[in-house]
């Protein structure tokens, strides 16, 4: 009985190893990634948040690139009509000349 109670011991004791190294692995990683589940949020609601918090900021993001978009869009609109403004100005002081 003993026997085997060391030989189901020893097979174990492999897994207990593994699960302690990807606790650390995991420990590792949500430190790179600043997630801190808190004491009361399981791993997937503190992931959810995570996330959450990732769409928000991304969204920001893309809302400030449209409104620049728009920015430049418009401001080459205004450079081409004073660029046409100049040309007709230049052509037709030119054309007085004559």
Known sequence: MQKDLDEELTKHKGNEDEIKRLEKQ???GTDELHVYPSEDLSDAQALEKANSEVSKELAKFDREDVQLQE???HKLQKQK???KTVQT???SRF???L
Request: aromatic residues 0%; proline residues 0%.
């Open 81 to 83: 009509k004073l660029q």
């Open 71 to 73: 920015k430049k869009k």
């Open 26 to 28: 995991h420990k590792k």
């Open 95 to 97: 054309s007085d000349l």
């Open 89 to 91: 100005v230049s052509s």
